[in-house]
């Protein structure tokens, strides 16, 4: 089993902008919860590692991209409980490998490649099956990591959170983390979450998510579709300066493809007005960080 992350600190963050718009802005700093399977991915391996253990399961077999933060903690959680790790990745192999794919193939992670076409069976039981013909016994840990498991280590969040607040944001990927943090409110403050995604499927994702964890129907949160610039793993200059300016300021590292984002739609939501004067913002931050290693090979920007 995983062992005992450190506890994350809330910080304040501060800037003319948010004494301006009379709002406060604090981080949840979840990327210093592990070093290797920070922020939300330690989160939704937690008692997802801890039902493998209880089962007897002795392989670990997940899916993810070859930039894969999940991937990445997944090998790593994998050395760490003495699990073996199976990665199906989607996509051709590409060598060298990607910093990435490279420190789980260090960590003994199996590296199996799929089409595009193929990958997208994942969640087909047949599919299933036929990875268990040709791997045997492993446990099935989706893409992401988002799953039940998941939803009730995310809940644990909220607990931790030593202020009062109005409000948290998180990042959003699969919804297993902004699900969690939903069910640990259980209706009370707001819950915001931040697309890094195109399209606005995401809401419905959250809601099956939510119904098949514990089939309540909660009002308190929504999901910001206007900042993905242009989607997964897409960037636009603006979003490289902010973060650039946002890290020289604050100290504070961020990744483009996730908290990155999220921020800058905070300070965006600031600076329109969107949040009620006196309000207290928690900002969830993620992790994510080793794929800025990856990102700055492919689009030349620094951590």
Same mark, same amino acid.
């Given at each position: 089993?995983?062992?005992?992350?450190?506890?994350?600190?809330?910080?304040?963050?501060?800037?003319?902008?948010?004494?301006?718009?009379?709002?406060?802005?604090?981080?949840?700093?979840?990327d210093l919860l592990h070093p290797d399977i920070?922020?939300? &991915?330690?989160?939704?391996?937690?008692?997802?590692?801890?039902?493998?253990?209880?089962?007897?399961?002795?392989?670990?077999?997940?899916?993810?991209?070859?930039?894969?933060?999940?991937?990445?903690?997944?090998?790593?959680?994998?050395?760490?409980?003495?699990?073996?790790?199976?990665?199906?990745?989607?996509?051709?192999?590409?060598?060298?490998?990607?910093?990435?794919?490279?420190?789980?193939?260090?960590?003994?992670?199996?590296?199996?490649?799929?089409?595009?076409?193929?990958?997208?069976?994942?969640?087909?039981? &047949?599919?299933?099956?036929?990875?268990?013909?040709?791997?045997?016994?492993?446990?099935?840990?989706?893409?992401?990591?988002?799953?039940?498991?998941?939803?009730?280590?995310?809940?644990?969040?909220?607990?931790?959170?030593?202020?009062?607040?109005?409000?948290?944001?998180?990042?959003?990927?699969?919804?297993?983390?902004?699900?969690?943090?939903?069910?640990?409110?259980?209706?009370?403050?707001?819950?915001?979450?931040?697309?890094?995604?195109?399209?606005?499927?995401?809401?419905?994702?959250?809601?099956?998510?939510?119904?098949?964890?514990?089939? &309540?129907?909660?009002?308190?949160?929504?999901?910001?579709?206007?900042?993905?610039?242009?989607?997964?793993?897409?960037?636009?200059?603006?979003?490289?300066?902010?973060?650039?300016?946002?890290?020289?300021?604050?100290?504070?590292?961020?990744?483009?493809?996730y908290t990155g984002k999220m921020f800058y739609?905070?300070?965006?939501?600031?600076?329109?007005?969107?949040?009620?004067?006196?309000?207290?913002?928690?900002?969830?931050?993620?992790?994510?960080?080793?794929?800025?290693?990856?990102?700055?090979?492919?689009?030349?920007?620094?951590?």
């Amino acid at each position: 089993m995983l062992k005992e992350a450190h506890q994350a600190p809330t910080v304040e963050i501060f800037d003319p902008i948010f004494e301006k718009n009379q709002v406060r802005l604090f981080i949840k700093r979840e990327d210093l919860l592990h070093p290797d399977i920070s922020g939300n &991915k330690w989160r939704k391996l937690k008692y997802n590692l801890k039902e493998a253990n209880r089962r007897g399961e002795k392989t670990l077999l997940t899916f993810g991209g070859a930039y894969s933060n999940h991937i990445y903690a997944v090998a790593a959680a994998g050395k760490e409980s003495g699990f073996k790790t199976i990665g199906i990745i989607r996509g051709e192999e590409h060598l060298p490998l990607n910093p990435t794919l490279k420190f789980a193939k260090n960590c003994d992670m199996e590296l199996h490649y799929l089409s595009r076409g193929d990958y997208r069976k994942k969640h087909i039981p &047949k599919f299933i099956e036929q990875l268990h013909d040709k791997f045997g016994d492993f446990y099935l840990i989706p893409e992401g990591g988002t799953n039940n498991f998941a939803i009730k280590g995310c809940t644990e969040i909220v607990d931790e959170i030593p202020i009062a607040f109005d409000v948290i944001c998180s990042a959003c990927g699969t919804g297993g983390t902004l699900a969690g943090l939903i069910a640990g409110l259980n209706g009370e403050k707001k819950v915001i979450g931040f697309s890094a995604l195109k399209g606005d499927f995401l809401r419905g994702e959250v809601e099956k998510l939510l119904t098949g964890y514990n089939k &309540k129907i909660y009002k308190n949160w929504t999901i910001n579709s206007d900042f993905h610039f242009g989607g997964y793993a897409k960037v636009k200059p603006e979003l490289i300066l902010f973060i650039h300016t946002f890290v020289d300021k604050h100290q504070i590292p961020l990744d483009p493809i996730y908290t990155g984002k999220m921020f800058y739609g905070i300070y965006e939501l600031i600076k329109s007005g969107y949040f009620k004067e006196g309000s207290r913002i928690v900002a969830l931050h993620t992790g994510g960080l080793q794929g800025n290693e990856g990102m700055k090979e492919k689009l030349g920007i620094g951590n």
